[in-house]
């Protein structure tokens, strides 16, 4: 069973038919190319997936790929025409946030979330939007010093 979606990714419209089973990061990365959405666990719990939706941080491995119908998506290649991806980058780079790489496009994306919300994040706001998302490599205290350096 499939069924034909309407959708508009990193401000492209596209219509897709797309099986009922397939989630929303089987067709960024394997329909639609989009590689820079990662795939970690694969059930929603390291954030490594992370795009927006309608604006909202979601984890793209949980969601399946005709719940976007109607709704707007942005992935790590749509943020890297921005401003904003230009800066979180050097904060990043600043702060030796990045070792693999591997996190870092969830971790991107869910500092953009929170940048949508509120220009000035507190340490509560930041620990919250980056709440649940793993890295093996880098230690938490980097990635939040990162950000801080936004506000
Ligand atoms: S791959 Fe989606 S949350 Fe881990
Ligand atoms: S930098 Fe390697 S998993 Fe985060």
């Given at each position: 069973?499939a ?50 939706l ?55 994306m ?42």
């Amino acid at each position: 069973m499939a069924k034909t979606i309407n959708t508009i990714i990193n401000n492209e419209k596209h219509e897709i038919e797309v099986p009922y089973q397939m989630s929303l990061l089987e067709l960024l990365r394997e329909e639609l190319n989009m590689t820079g959405t990662k795939e970690g666990c694969g059930n929603g719990e390291c954030g490594a997936c992370t795009v927006l939706l309608d604006d909202l941080p979601v984890r793209s491995c949980i969601i399946l790929a005709h719940e976007i119908d109607q709704k707007e998506v942005v992935t790590i290649e749509g943020l890297k025409n921005t401003g904003d991806y230009e800066k979180i980058k050097e904060v990043f780079m600043a702060e030796d946030a990045v070792q693999c790489g591997f996190c870092t496009p969830g971790f991107v994306m869910a500092v953009k979330a929170l940048l949508n919300r509120t220009k000035y994040p507190n340490d509560q706001d930041i620990k919250e939007a980056l709440g649940g998302h793993l890295c093996r490599c880098t230690g938490y205290e980097a990635i939040h010093k990162a950000v801080k350096r936004l506000v």
